[in-house]
């Protein structure tokens, strides 16, 4: 078993309205990520080397409570599997010992070549001592919702502050434009489970549209192009007020 923790002080001006929103808590998750990777020896710069890269394909995160600034957090996160192209990890928050936020997700190795996901070598998997535990059994597709007016639109121009290492958008900027995108009237609710699919990757200069829609407790938001035709993400939302 190889649980990896590191513990936090949250940062006040991370926060809105005094609690850390989803997009840094996806930014703390996959720092604890890296961290680990550091650890074992196999940093991102190294793993470029071996002509790979990581990206995100999938989230799911359960959101129970929402850490405070200044609230001293730990972050758990193993790797939970490996199948095919598909690499399981786990993250779990605690605050004052309790858990507060639990997610999974699936990354995906690239061949910097050729541009694609491959089939995780042995030798990458192997740097990981799998915990065959998830916090989630599946992360479901998400089907755009049919015969739903959107309750709201919003269009954003990629910034290169939104640009990661892999010279794409940074998945946790997906999660801040949730917000961005909400209607007034929706302005303070808060998510709670969310689940975020990575379709089709944005670059610096690329305007995406997204549209917003409302299906019982549940916010849809698709990321869109001007004409329609890609998709770059589909995200559902559970939500309170």
């Known amino acids: 078993m190889s649980i990896y923790e590191k513990e936090y002080i949250v940062e006040n001006f991370l926060c809105k309205n005094g609690e850390l929103p989803l997009n840094h808590i996806i930014n703390y998750f996959v720092e604890t990520s890296n961290c680990q990777s550091i650890s074992l020896g196999e940093d991102s710069n190294n793993l470029i080397s071996k002509g790979y890269t990581w990206m995100i394909y999938k989230w799911f995160i359960k959101i129970l409570k929402y850490p405070k600034a200044y609230q001293k957090i730990k972050v758990r996160t193993w790797a939970s599997s490996f199948k095919g192209i598909n690499a399981f990890r786990e993250f779990e928050m605690y605050a004052e010992g309790e858990k507060i936020v639990s997610a999974s997700s699936i990354f995906l190795l690239i061949d910097l070549k050729k541009l694609k996901p491959i089939k995780i070598p042995r030798e990458v998997s192997e740097i990981y001592s799998t915990y065959y535990v998830k916090n989630f059994d599946k992360i479901e597709r998400i089907n755009e919702p049919k015969d739903i007016e959107a309750i709201n639109n919003f269009d954003y121009n990629i910034l290169k502050a939104d640009i990661d290492i892999n010279n794409h958008v940074n998945n946790s900027v997906y999660a801040k434009l ?19 699919n990575y379709v089709k990757e944005l670059k610096y200069g690329d305007r995406v549209f997204i549209y917003v829609y409302l299906e019982d407790d549940k916010l849809y938001f698709f990321f869109k192009n001007k004409e329609k035709s890609e998709i770059y993400a589909r995200v559902c939302c559970h939500y309170i007020s």
């Open 178 to 196: 949730l917000y961005e995108a909400l209607p007034k009237s929706l302005y303070n609710i808060k998510f709670t489970d969310v689940n975020i």
